[in-house]
């Protein structure tokens, strides 16, 4: 089984883990996790560009190694500067220059920089990298920005770098939509993640993309209770049709969403 192969960072161990350090700066990795299409890589577009616009550096790192979602979340015209996740994780040490060499910049959204796998990619076209590798690049990200927000694939079993992420992040934001499969699904990861290395308090529980006929009480209930409610946008559903996640939310139908956004950047960011 994958999930608990000799090695692995959900292995059961019996001591000898040293705690990690507490950040020394003020910088703040954000991973957001969930249930899969719960929302995550909506959530984060649009959390790193509330703090872009508040003219804040924001370095968005997306770890879905099977669906590269650079080219579902912005138009192919508005990249700069074409470079991938992999060519860091094939680094034998991940650096500052090495992660800054393989930015991938916005035309439009001159705060924000991008980490992620490129069209046509997927775990293969690199060599396979290590947690440790893994841990470096989250570490150095400290240093290239001082909000980081990771988009975390859901299946953090066979994903080093999403596993990484939520282990060594200051704050979890774990997602879940109104629906049994995602309570499901969430009931069979979480024991995977009750590990001693896993901080359960810097979680904040989230309902996403709530729709009004959905049962939202049994929801909190089941959770025993969530920090916040995203509800669905139409509008925020449209960008994403358009694979351009990086516009502005004009319309009114979106007021809840938005304001949803502010309130978990408060929250977690301070901003
Ligand atoms: N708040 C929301 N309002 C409208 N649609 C949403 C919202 N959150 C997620 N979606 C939709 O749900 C689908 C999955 O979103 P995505 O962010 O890709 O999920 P994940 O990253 O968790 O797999 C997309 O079609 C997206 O438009
Ligand atoms: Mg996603």
């Known amino acids: 089984m994958i999930n608990f192969k000799t090695g692995s960072i959900f292995s059961r161990k019996t001591g000898g883990e040293h705690q990690t350090p507490e950040p020394e700066s003020d910088n703040q990795v954000l ?7 719960s929302g995550k890589t909506v959530v984060s577009v649009k959390l790193a560009k509330y703090l872009a616009d508040k003219r804040r550096n924001v370095v968005l790192l997306l770890c879905d190694m099977t669906t590269p979602m650079v080219p579902c979340i912005c138009p192919p015209s508005d990249i700069e500067h074409e470079k991938s996740l992999g060519s860091i994780l094939a680094a034998a040490q991940v650096t500052d220059n090495l992660i800054r060499q393989n930015c991938i910049l916005h035309r439009k959204q001159s705060f924000i920089t991008i980490i992620g796998m490129l069209k046509g990619e997927n775990v293969f ?9 893994a841990s470096e690049l989250i570490g150095h990200l400290r240093n290239i920005a001082p909000n980081i927000i990771v988009d975390c694939g859901s299946t953090i079993a066979g994903d080093i770098l999403s596993a990484v992420a939520l282990m060594e992040s200051d704050a979890v934001l774990r997602l879940v939509s109104c629906d049994i499969k995602s309570i499901s699904y969430l009931s069979s990861q979480l024991p995977l993640l009750m590990d001693r290395k896993w901080d359960a308090d810097k979680q904040y ?3 996403s993309n709530v729709k009004q006929y959905e049962a939202m009480e049994n929801i909190e209930q089941i959770l025993s209770g969530v920090a916040f409610k995203i509800p ?8 994403y049709l358009a694979g351009d996640l990086f516009r502005d939310l004009g319309l009114k139908e979106s007021r809840g969403f938005r304001k949803e956004i502010e309130k978990i950047s408060k929250e977690v960011f301070g901003i």
């Open 205 to 207: 529980k989230i309902a």
């Open 31 to 37: 991973a957001v996790w969930g249930s899969p299409s």
């Open 232 to 239: 669905h946008s139409q509008e925020v559903e449209q960008q």
């Open 125 to 133: 076209t690199y060599p396979s990298y290590t947690a440790e590798q």
